[in-house]
């Protein structure tokens, strides 16, 4: 079992920055990849962002290549997404979640959620 919990949501202004984390516990964190989606009201969730459970190979969306990073720091049991560039289209709450199995990119591949973090961008 994984237990994750996100912070670091908020309000920001176009153009600014923002830092999620997600902080895990459970035996499986560090052998899983990881993954941020997000939701907008009205829409369903979406993938961000994925990272392998060695960090080694990442993968995110087309609208938000370039300006976010998805890492991990696997002795503090964390995930991070760092935002930059944010824009109000990427205004949603955000979730980590835990690999189980399939492919990256599909909600269904995870079997564990946080509870999620607001993010608003204004313009």
């Known amino acids: 079992q994984v237990q994750l919990v996100e912070s670091g949501g908020g309000l920001v202004q176009a153009g600014g920055s923002l830092r999620l984390s997600c902080a895990a516990s459970?035996?499986?964190?560090?052998?899983?990849?990881m993954g941020w989606f997000r939701q907008a009201i009205g829409k369903e969730r979406e993938f961000v962002a994925a990272i392998t459970w060695t960090g080694g190979t990442t993968y995110y969306a087309d609208s938000v290549k370039g300006r976010f990073t998805i890492s991990r720091d696997n002795g503090k049991n964390t995930l991070y997404l760092q935002m930059n560039s944010l824009k109000p289209e990427d205004t949603a709450v955000y979730y980590c979640?835990?690999?189980?199995?399939?492919?990256?990119?599909?909600?269904?591949?995870?079997?564990?959620w946080g509870q999620g973090t607001q993010v608003t961008v204004s313009s």
């Open positions: 979640a835990c690999h189980y199995s399939g492919s990256y990119y599909y909600t269904e591949a995870y079997g564990w």
């Open positions: 459970g035996r499986t964190f560090n052998r899983a990849a």
